[in-house]
T-cell receptor
Framework: GAVVSQHPSWVICKSGTSVKIECRSL??????MFWYRQFPKQSLMLMAT?????????EQGVEKDKFLINHASLTLSTLTVTSAHPEDSSFYIC??????????FGQGTRLTVV | AQTVTQSQPEMSVQEAETVTLSCTYD???????LFWYKQPPSRQMILVIR??????QNATENRFSVNFQKAAKSFSLKISDSQLGDAAMYFC????????????FGTGTSLTVIP
């Protein structure tokens, strides 16, 4: 089956620093990747959708300058949280879709900003 | 935008018994996909089952089956012979066939399996 690898699984950073999260499709070409944020015991909140080689489309209320998304290849997308603050602490999940009807998810990244 | 509603925040089932999780959705489209995803404590999202709207036959994957009622816009998940490993959050999701790639998720149902 299709595998999506997200790295790191967890990260702790100091307030004001930037953190990069990688999302890789290991055995398929991901024409579209999605980035979600999930608060405890809540659903997935879509942050942005990115198509390979194009600028990401951000959902309303998501700051594009704070959450930088790059989808430079068919197997890699990155989310960079810039100038992170404690309120950015959350669980971030990527998913990828290629030729399949469904999307496949990474393992998620728990970000803690101290 | 399409909306997906899961009206059961929490459900519980006795081990080996059957449980049904509800999902309704709102759309004006005729061609779309519906999914159930499972999120165990590890928080890895796992696809459980998929249904294409143009198919009348309900999808089945081993102990998991759906009851897809297109006219009623209902898509329930039935788990038979429940196992301890089935305990997780279950999310219902919708994706349009034609208008882009976005998935719309419900708010989730937390399933507890009682030994």
């Amino acid at each position: 089956g299709a595998v999506v690898s997200q790295h790191p699984s967890w990260v702790i950073c100091k307030s004001g620093t930037s953190v990069k999260i990688e999302c890789r499709s290991l055995d398929f070409q991901a024409t579209t990747m999605f980035w979600y944020r999930q608060f405890p015991k809540q659903s997935l909140m879509l942050m942005a959708t990115s198509n390979e080689g194009s600028k990401a489309t951000y959902e309303q209320g998501v700051e594009k300058d704070k959450f930088l998304i790059n989808h430079a290849s068919l197997t890699l997308s990155t989310l960079t949280v810039t100038s992170a603050h404690p309120e950015d602490s959350s669980f971030y999940i990527c998913s990828a879709r290629g030729q399949y009807k469904e999307a496949f998810f990474g393992q998620g990244t728990r970000l803690t900003v101290v | 935008a399409q909306t997906v509603t899961q009206s059961q925040p929490e459900m519980s089932v006795q081990e080996a018994e059957t449980v049904t999780l509800s999902c309704t959705y709102d759309t004006s489209e005729s061609d779309y996909y519906l999914f159930w995803y499972k999120q165990p404590p590890s928080r890895q999202m796992i696809l459980v089952i998929r249904q294409e709207a143009y198919k009348q036959q309900n999808a089945t994957e081993n102990r998991f089956s759906v009851n897809f009622q297109k006219a009623a816009k209902s898509f329930s998940l039935k788990i038979s012979d429940s196992q301890l490993g089935d305990a997780a959050m279950y999310f219902c999701a919708y994706r349009s066939h034609n208008t882009g790639n976005q998935f719309y998720f419900g708010t989730g149902t937390s399933l507890t399996v009682i030994p």
